[in-house]
């Protein structure tokens, strides 16, 4: 399910970020880089509304910023790594190292959902922080959630 809405493109093993803010911009620039169409600020400003409402930080170094937007016209998965961690005000308060950003379609329903089910399913499997941290390139990485995903669906 990941491979339609994810690339090597968007996945960036090193972030610079070092605040909240500044993860949520470094992800957006990702993001744009890869979808032309889309605007920085529209991209960065969507998630950051998001976060004004609840953290997305949610526990054990991982968030899942997300979003919608009428600009996009199907789900997309980014995924950045901070070796060293980013205060996101996460649900534990432990510093976030893993950041899967998905943007969706505003008139999206289903789809959306779906793919954020599957990712929290994907990342509440045993060793798949830890293999997600110690890969060694974006390839690894986009290879380690390929692997998990497939070990569920079997």
Do not use: W
């Given at each position: 399910m990941f491979?339609?809405h994810?690339?090597?493109?968007?996945v960036?093993p090193n972030?610079a970020?070092?605040?909240k803010?500044?993860?949520?911009?470094?992800?957006?620039?990702?993001?744009c880089?890869?979808?032309?169409k889309?605007?920085v600020e529209?991209?960065e400003?969507?998630?950051?509304?998001?976060e004004?409402?609840?953290?997305?930080?949610?526990?054990?170094?991982?968030?899942i910023?997300?979003?919608k937007?009428?600009?996009v016209?199907k789900?997309i998965?980014?995924?950045g790594?901070?070796?060293?961690?980013?205060?996101?005000?996460?649900?534990?308060?432990k510093?976030?190292?893993?950041?899967?950003?998905?943007?969706?379609p505003?008139?999206a329903?289903?789809?959306?959902?779906k793919?954020?089910?599957?990712?929290?399913?994907?990342?509440?499997?045993?060793?798949?922080?830890d293999k997600l941290?110690?890969?060694?390139?974006?390839k690894?990485?986009?290879?380690?959630l390929?692997?998990?995903?497939?070990?569920?669906?079997?």
């Amino acid at each position: 399910m990941f491979e339609k809405h994810i690339n090597l493109a968007l996945v960036k093993p090193n972030m610079a970020a070092s605040t909240k803010e500044e993860a949520l911009h470094e992800m957006s620039l990702l993001i744009c880089h890869e979808h032309k169409k889309l605007g920085v600020e529209e991209v960065e400003s969507a998630l950051s509304e998001r976060e004004h409402l609840d953290s997305t930080g949610i526990q054990d170094g991982i968030a899942i910023p997300h979003a919608k937007l009428e600009s996009v016209t199907k789900p997309i998965l980014a995924v950045g790594r901070s070796a060293k961690g980013i205060n996101f005000n996460s649900h534990d308060n432990k510093p976030t190292q893993l950041f899967f950003v998905m943007l969706a379609p505003s008139a999206a329903t289903g789809e959306h959902i779906k793919l954020l089910a599957r990712l929290a399913q994907v990342l509440a499997t045993a060793g798949i922080k830890d293999k997600l941290m110690e890969a060694s390139s974006a390839k690894e990485m986009l290879d380690t959630l390929a692997k998990f995903e497939e070990k569920l669906t079997g």
